[in-house]
Each structure stands twice: as structure tokens, then as C-alpha cells.
């Protein structure tokens, strides 16, 4: 099912049955995962790919939706998606919850095929999958985002998306053999939605 439906055969919809043979392509891709956290198992394999599909299916992953407090028996949604062109998935964007006194804080993440790079896309789907997620999930009251030091494209889209620079954590990235620093960026809901 797809969440958003944007121009020129771009959409964002839900994982399903067949999603892993794209993701075991375009995730053993070094390029693609060098700005990207090891929580992607390497190699990338069949079976990693078909478990994070079967994952992102079970409803038992899913956040309530509607309004905050959710009310008992709320209706839910994915906070995985895949992003297709034209009907081929080229990429993912997703939300992750915080817990604690963060309750109220998703991190969003996304990664998009190298050969779909420098075309758009991640900025035409990030404001409008930001605006989806705020007016879906009640619970949700800011989204934030962290940047490897050095991915000037992923600043640029999440600035066309309403994000602000809300910091530098230096020294705090080790990946490939070096410390990088992580950019900080954030956005929070328009208060007339709470």
C-alpha cells in the first residue's frame, strides 16, 4: 500500500513479500552504505534482506496512529517504507522511535540506489514523507536526523525538507578506519497539529 503517491512514477508505500531481492542489490553496494550506520549486516545477504522485510511486515513493529494519548484499540501503521520508481524499489526512508523521556522523538533514515543519485528524489520524497509522519502519528512531536560529516547532498535534502542544523557531535562517527562527526538536524511538529 502506498503512503505517498508524488509526480513522475515516485512513490513511498509499505514493505511486502519480495522487497529483499532489491534490498540484497543495492545494500552491497560499498558507495551506498559509506554514509550509513553497521547496523546493515555485511555482506548483505537473502536471508538478512527476507528476515528485515518479514520485520518491517509484522504489525507488531508498527506505531499507533491518530491522535496522543492513542486510545485504546488505535489503528497502527508501518515505520518502514521502501521508496519505488515506477514500481521498483530504489531505496528506503524509515522511522525509528526513541524511548524514555524521548518518547516523543523519531530518527528518521533513508538510503537510495546509486544509480538513482543526484536525480531529486530523496528531496522529493523526505518533506513530504516528514509531513505524512507528523499528520499519521500523534505521538510523534519532533524528527531528527544525523549526517556524517562530508554528505553535503543528505544536508541539502533534509534542509529542503524543514530541518534545521542543530549541532555538531565531533569525533563521534568511526567508520571505514576514520572519525568523522555527526551533523545534527531537526525538525518539530507545527504546533497546530498537536
Not at 509499505?14 to 542489490?25: I, N, P, R
Not at 518533506?127 to 554528505?151: K, L
Not at 578506519?177 to 531537526?186: A, C, E, Y
Request: hydrophobic share 40%.
Amino acid at each position: 500500500m502506498s503512503i505517498l503517491t508524488l509526480n513522475e512514477g515516485l512513490a513511498v508505500r509499505q514493505f511486502k513479500q519480495g522487497d529483499a531481492e532489491a534490498l540484497v542489490k543495492y545494500l552491497n553496494d560499498s558507495e551506498v552504505l559509506h554514509n550509513l550506520t553497521n547496523r546493515i549486516p555485511q555482506p548483505y545477504t537473502q536471508a538478512a534482506a527476507e528476515w528485515w522485510v518479514n520485520h518491517c511486515i509484522d504489525k507488531s513493529s508498527w506505531l499507533e496512529s491518530g491522535p496522543w494519548p492513542t486510545r485504546e484499540n488505535a489503528e497502527s501503521a508501518p515505520l518502514h517504507h521502501v521508496i519505488t520508481l515506477n514500481d521498483q524499489v530504489i531505496g528506503s526512508i524509515a522511522l525509528e522511535m526513541q524511548d524514555d523521556v524521548y518518547c516523543r522523538t523519531a530518527t528518521l533514515g533513508y538510503w537510495l540506489a546509486r544509480p538513482y543519485w543526484g536525480q531529486g528524489i530523496m528531496t522529493r520524497v523526505a518533506g513530504p514523507y516528514v509531513e505524512w509522519a507528523f499528520a499519521t502519528f500523534g505521538r510523534i512531536w519532533r524528527i531528527e536526523a544525523s549526517v556524517f560529516d562530508g554528505n553535503e547532498g543528505s544536508v541539502r535534502v533534509l534542509e529542503r525538507a524543514g530541518f534545521k542544523f542543530e549541532g555538531r557531535k565531533r569525533g563521534s562517527v568511526w567508520k571505514h578506519g576514520k572519525i568523522r562527526d555527526d551533523l545534527i538536524h531537526g525538525i518539530v511538529r507545527d504546533k497546530e497539529l498537536a
